[in-house]
């Protein structure tokens, strides 16, 4: 496209010097001079076209190490898939401290709600800490006869967001957009992770002895995956609960995109 503008403004060029040379009226080249700088201008608004060719507000890189904006959003789409529950791990794989601590890194990036930024991590890796976190924890609440991981299948972290309530009483939705950050990191470190809702908050609280202004929100358990999950399509019954299939995969029903569109 710009080079289209190139050669727009190069004609218009030739035809000044034309109008010039042939002692046209003093007033076109002067109004020929005007349209170029225009379209110049127009030129230079250009990067922030997308690629096909609609208008768009994200940037396109043209540095060659760089994903253009498709690749890109296909690579959040890829990460997003990957991207399951999972509940069952390789508890021989241990993490490191290091690793948790890039995973919250990602959080910094997030939106904020006022940009209060109220969310702080307490980062579970020791042993005997895990052995205290784990059975706080209420796992697939789906699944009736089972009542979580087996020891040598239960995480070998835990990260545990907490509200700063000196800060604020309310993080809006600023608890789920870190935990969604934290999960595709994780996923893209190859590791998998079960975002925590029912949890035991008091004996959170006491086990690692927080401070009374850091009330926990949420437990994010992870660990190396030891279990393979499967998106699928709702059946013709509408039911939205996962399930074990023959091969004791995982299996997550999710809604079809035109159930999810108003209009
Ligand atoms: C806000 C929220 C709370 C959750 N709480 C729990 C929980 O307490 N226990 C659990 O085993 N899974 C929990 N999950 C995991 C969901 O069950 C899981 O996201 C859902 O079944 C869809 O599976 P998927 O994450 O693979 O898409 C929670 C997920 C979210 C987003």
New binding site residues.
């Given amino acids: 496209m710009g080079l289209l503008i190139s050669f727009i403004c190069y004609g218009f060029e030739v035809a000044d010097w034309i109008a010039t040379a042939s002692n046209y009226p003093a007033k076109l080249p002067i109004l020929i001079h005007i349209y170029n700088y225009i379209l110049i201008i127009f030129a230079a608004g250009l990067p922030y076209a997308s690629p096909s060719g609609s208008s768009s507000i994200l940037p396109t890189h043209n540095n060659d190490n760089m994903n253009t904006d498709n690749n890109l959003f296909e690579s959040l789409s890829l990460l997003l898939r990957q991207d ?2 999972v ?1 069952r791990f390789d508890n021989s794989v241990k993490i490191s401290h290091e690793t948790l601590r890039s995973l919250v890194g990602l959080t910094r990036y997030c939106s904020s709600g006022r940009n209060l930024q109220p969310l702080k991590y307490y980062l579970v890796t020791d042993a005997r800490q895990c052995d205290m976190v784990f059975p706080l ?5 789906y699944y009736k006869d089972w009542a979580g991981p087996e020891p040598a299948q239960r995480p070998a972290a835990y990260m545990v967001q907490c509200l700063d309530t000196r800060i604020t009483s309310n993080c809006l939705c600023d608890d ?1 957009l870190q ?1 969604q950050a934290i999960s595709l990191g994780a996923t893209a470190m190859g590791l998998g992770g ?6 035991n908050v008091a004996g959170m609280a006491t086990a690692l002895d927080l401070p009374g202004w850091c009330k926990p929100l ?1 437990v994010y358990a992870l660990g190396a995956p030891a279990e393979k ?1 499967a998106l699928t399509d709702i059946k013709s019954d509408g039911d939205i609960k ?1 399930f074990r299939d023959d091969t004791d995969r995982q299996c ?1 029903p ?1 809604r079809p995109l035109d159930d999810l569109l108003l209009n």
Avoid: D, N, Q
């Fill in positions: 399951r529950s509940r924890l209420a796992w697939a609440g789920g935990l079960c975002i925590i809702k029912s949890f949420y999950v996962y997550v999710k």
